[in-house]
């Protein structure tokens, strides 16, 4: 079963821009949620992360936004420019605490 | 310090052969997880070992094993591979477990054919 589900498959953004990306889960019983960067060839990196407690982080140019009444969290990117053009994905972990459930991948390219 | 690193690069199997792939994970890391990413999909979690010891296993059949070495490093072991088993395999450590600050290799991309 499909418990992530992250939006836009793919996203193009002129340098400069804001590059938002959103991530819907179905079970509430999760208690960390990464962003992951992956560029082509090379193992995903742990861009930013947030536990539910707290409503937004921000890191620099990232920001991670949650909503935890509609089961949503969201990555912007402000200022984007083409170094920030990869493939992002959200994970979610299970109480469980060994294993991080993923989403599909959003493949940003910024535009210079 | 050498981030986590995965051998081989590449790897083309025929459909019922076995494979082994190694991690050794950063130093200092005592947890190893792997992970397989099919292409245009997110990672998918296999194991994960702690101390030696698993401590957690995805939605893998049998055919899939692996196992820590006292100095951390890991194999992951497919057996009777099937074309379905073509992917990227992704080995992330991390110093104790669990899901927080994981690092991961580059991965190993295998083609069954």
Known sequence: QQQVKQSPQSLIVQKGGISII????????????????????????????????????????????????????????????????????????PDSNYQLIWGAGTKLIIKP | DAGVTQSPTHLIKTRGQQVTLRCS???????????????????????????????????????????????YSSELNVNALLLGDSALYLCASNLAGGTYEQYFGPGTRLTVT
């Not at chain 1, 019983?29 to 990196?45: L, N, S, V």
């Not at chain 1, 509609?70 to 083409?82: C, G, N, R, V």
């Not at chain 2, 939605?59 to 196992?67: K, V």
Request: charged share 20%; hydrophobic share 30%.
């Open chain 2, 25 to 71: 994970p950063i130093s200092g890391h005592k947890s190893v997880s792997w992970y397989q990413q099919v292409l245009g999909q997110g990672p998918q979690f296999i194991f994960q070992y702690y101390e030696k010891e698993e401590r957690g296993r995805g939605n893998f059949p049998d055919r899939f094993s692996a196992r820590q070495f006292p100095n």
């Open chain 1, 22 to 93: 959103n991530c819907a889960y179905e079970n509430t019983a999760f208690d960390y949620f990464p962003w992951y960067q992956q560029f082509p060839g090379k193992g995903p990196a742990l861009l930013i992360a947030i536990r539910p407690d707290v409503s937004e982080k921000k890191e620099g140019r990232f920001t991670i936004s949650f909503n935890k009444s509609a089961k949503q969290f969201s990555l912007h990117i402000m200022d984007s420019q083409p170094g920030d053009s990869a493939t992002y994905f959200c994970a979610v972990r």
